[in-house]
């Protein structure tokens, strides 16, 4: 990705008093030379120790904060990739004895683009007041949300999506589903990856979606509590707390959250149907309304336990219980060859979707020796579970020609078990170079059962069930190094993967194959305004149990969505080459050839009548050449801009029901986020994403885009923050969208209440001094999300 045409290297150093004693908790800040702009922050240890990471090659000034001292400005320092040691700080007693605690006020902008990632800051956003994690989402750079809520970054799709190291395991409009039931308020930060090393999980071709939760930094005893109101047509409603204490060896967190939101979905649907040997030629036109009612409580608690200096221990558990009643209306009006009228009826589909979901994380990190560089080793041991209950009644009423009414009522019902064992091992080698190796393992155990009843009697031929069994086994090694003005990154990855789905009536499909992936990464330093980097990789994405599962979710009278059991992995091969000017303006240029792409399509029924199927099938070939700009830029000492500029051709080659695809498109996604600070403590952000036509498969996207803005502030001596603001102020995100094959067309048009004004409150109480959070990696990352596919 763009960002991996910077290196990362270390500045390092110690605090203590005048006197020489070790100062422990002082808040040691880097800034970049030329601006002062702070770029990372940690805490100094027992022994007054700290580590800061920034890009190599950069100018830096490093300053020290803490209660009983004056404040601290070093001198500026260059950083060489094989990091800096500063000279011992000494700090001076302050002599304004009045001072209770030094405060760290700055903000973080609400995108970073670091060495390896873009960052969404979230966390101090007024935007994200009352949102939900899929709206977040969507105004990152380079994130766009096709047809059936499928999220793609850069034009791509086969994302993997990870929530605290722990992917989800759902596809499609359930993953859309999970991530409206998460709130925003509950977000930390998300980062996105395009090119992750060898240490990531195979899956997910498109690059990482790795979505960070709050955890609470203050030391001693303290908490949050937060509520939010939003009223677009329908109110929305968002209430949490989260309580924390911490100590030099323990701490313990908790969080829970609260949504109560209401809301629409109209959709007007035009399908243009071709004559075949059962029919003639026909057209309809449909609209429908969903009113939906979600509901959702959400939490995680966990300890963190410091064995010893150098072993830590850790325990996690999250749940997500969400409720959704969905009711459908909708009228259809058929013609026939001619354009004349033809049946004419209306339906109402009644849904209530119960998700109960949870999952559990062990943890543990041991370090060989004191020294940061020191050999170490990761353990993480996850399991979770997903359940699924869909009950449904849908009643359909004809009256031209008037005949009697039918209702299909069902019960779905879905259990999904994910457990996966990771090891991490990292070894200084000489030569400034780093061996890094692991092993994964992942089991994956699903059971579907579908029971349809029509007009109160059994339905045999829609009732079935569906069991999917998934082990990966997994193991890496990846070198890295840094000569002059040069690093490096080369790993080797290899996954081999067992399958086994059952599906009633048809024989058992069992798979077996191992796949190598090869990725490695360049970066050249060539003065102190310009570097340069390339990276290349080989990807899979394997299909999920829900895109493999063959029963059928009815989604009004017209339609419904059902797996495709034929389905296979897709693979990618990427090369990206990327130009860093001035430490922070980054031009990207990439090309990634896909083979067997999955992609969503929507076609008439293979049982024939007017019903039309929405599933996943595998073309031919995917060629996606991408260009990405970004431009943070401070325009004065009030206005900062953050702009991204994604341009992207994808082109699509296939076959599918009687139709060659060989289509492309020249597409952008354009994102400007304006941060203002004004006068009396208020700061507000504006921002702005516009998405042009594109294509993905089958499908051609008309252009849309979004204005949001918000502002808010600090009250009640800081503990409290007011904020306001208003999503989709223009209402031009609705979505228009068209579907062309041979004998086929449909095209519909979605919009959603998403025009939402939100006033939101948050407080916190008890100790305010913070302290460095431990980092480290989970271990169910990208296989959650691989079994759930997207």
């Not at 869909?390 to 039918?406: K, V, W």
């Amino acid at each position: 990705m763009a960002g991996q045409a910077q290196s990362r290297s270390t500045l390092s150093g110690t605090v203590s008093s005048a006197a020489g004693v070790p100062v422990e908790f002082a808040t040691v800040t880097l800034h970049r030379a030329t601006d002062s702009v702070a770029v990372k922050s940690e805490l100094s240890d027992e022994q007054g120790r700290f580590q800061l990471e920034a890009a190599a090659g950069g100018s830096y000034r490093v300053s020290v904060a803490q209660v009983g001292f004056a404040w601290y400005w070093s001198p500026v320092y260059a950083l060489p990739v094989a990091g800096l040691a500063v000279p011992a700080i000494r700090l001076a007693t302050s002599q304004a004895t009045t001072l209770k605690e030094v405060t760290v006020t700055a903000r973080k902008p609400l995108f970073e683009h670091l060495a390896d990632r873009t960052v969404v800051n979230v966390a101090d956003s007024p935007l994200t007041a009352g949102a939900t994690t899929l709206e977040v989402l969507t105004r990152a750079p380079g994130v766009t949300l096709a047809g059936d809520d499928i999220l793609a970054l850069r034009g791509r799709l086969g994302l993997l999506v990870v929530i605290d190291g722990k992917r989800v395991p759902l596809t499609g409009t359930e993953l859309a589903d999970y991530l409206r039931a998460l709130p925003a308020e509950q977000l930390q930060s998300i980062d996105l990856i395009t090119n992750p090393p060898a240490q990531y999980d195979a899956q997910g071709g498109a690059g990482v979606i790795d979505i960070h939760l709050k955890k609470d930094q203050r030391l001693g005893t303290n908490g949050s509590a937060n509520a939010s109101y939003g009223r677009g047509e329908y109110g929305k409603f968002v209430g949490g707390f989260g309580l924390n204490h911490r100590r030099k060896r323990l701490n313990l967190y908790g969080n829970y959250a609260y949504t109560d939101r209401h809301g629409f979905v109209r959709v007007d649907f035009n399908r243009q149907f071709g004559a075949t040997a059962l029919l003639p030629a026909a057209s309809s036109v449909q609209a429908n309304e969903q009113l939906s009612w979600l509901r959702s409580h959400s939490g995680k608690v966990g300890l963190d336990l410091t064995l010893s200096k150098r072993t830590q221990l850790g325990v996690s558990v999250t749940a997500l219980a969400s409720q959704t009643t969905n009711t459908t209306t909708n009228q259809t009006q058929l013609y026939n060859a001619a354009g004349e009228a033809a049946d004419h009826y209306s339906a109402a589909v009644a849904q209530d979707i119960n998700r109960p979901n949870g999952s559990a994380n062990l943890n543990l990190r041991h370090a060989f020796a004191d020294s940061a560089t020191a050999a170490a080793l990761t353990a993480d041991a996850d399991y979770a579970r997903y359940h699924t209950t869909r009950l449904m009644a849908l009643n359909t009423y004809f009256d031209a020609p008037a005949r009697p009414s039918t209702l299909l009522t069902g019960d779905q019902r879905n259990n999904l078990s994910i457990g996966a064992a990771k090891v991490d091992f990292s070894l200084p080698l000489p030569h400034r170079t780093r061996l890094e190796t692991g092993a994964k393992v992942t089991r994956v155990q699903t059971d579907n059962d579908a029971v349809f009843w029509f007009n109160g009697a059994f339905s045999p031929a829609l009732s079935s069930s569906f069991q999917y069994r998934e082990n990966v086994n997994a193991a890496y090694v990846s070198l890295k190094g840094a000569a002059a003005q040069t690093t490096w990154q080369a790993g080797l990855r290899a996954e081999q993967t067992n399958t086994q789905a059952d599906f009633t009536g048809e024989a058992s499909r069992e798979r077996h194959y191992l796949n190598l992936f090869p990725s490695a990464t360049v970066q050249r330093t060539l003065s102190t305004r310009h570097a340069l980097g390339l990276a290349v990789a080989r990807r899979i994405d394997r299909p999920n149990y829900a895109q493999l599962n063959p029963l059928r979710a009815y989604l009004d009278a017209t339609s419904y969505s059902a797996g495709n059991p034929d389905l296979v992995a897709q693979t990618s091969y990427s090369v990206e080459l990327t130009h860093t000017y001035r430490q922070k303006f980054i031009s990207a240029l990439a090309y990634a050839r896909t083979d067997q792409p999955i992609v969503n399509v929507v076609l008439p029924a293979p049982d024939g009548g007017r019903l039309v199927v929405n599933r996943n099938v595998n073309l031919s070939t995917l060629h996606n050449y991408s260009l990405t700009l970004t431009a943070p830029l401070e325009l004065s000492k009030w206005w900062t801009l953050y702009a991204n500029g994604t341009f992207y051709y994808a082109r699509y080659v296939g076959y599918l029901a009687g139709t060659a695809l060989d289509r492309g498109q020249l597409a952008c996604t354009l994102t400007a986020n304006n941060s203002f600070t004004m006068p009396g403590g208020w700061s507000v952000d504006v921002n702005g994403l516009y998405e042009s036509r594109e294509v993905y498969g089958f499908e051609v996207i008309r252009p849309r885009g979004q204005v949001s803005a918000g502002l808010q502030k600090s009250i009640w001596k800081k503990q409290g923050t007011l904020r306001l603001n208003a999503a989709d102020i223009f209402y031009t995100t609705p979505l228009r969208i068209t579907s062309t094959y041979a004998g086929f067309t449909e095209t519909f048009f979605t919009r959603q209440d998403s025009r939402v004004v939100t006033a939101a409150l948050t407080y916190r109480f008890g100790s305010s001094k913070v302290t460095a959070a431990r980092k480290r990696a989970a271990g169910a990352d990208e296989e959650l999300r691989r079994a759930a596919g997207q």
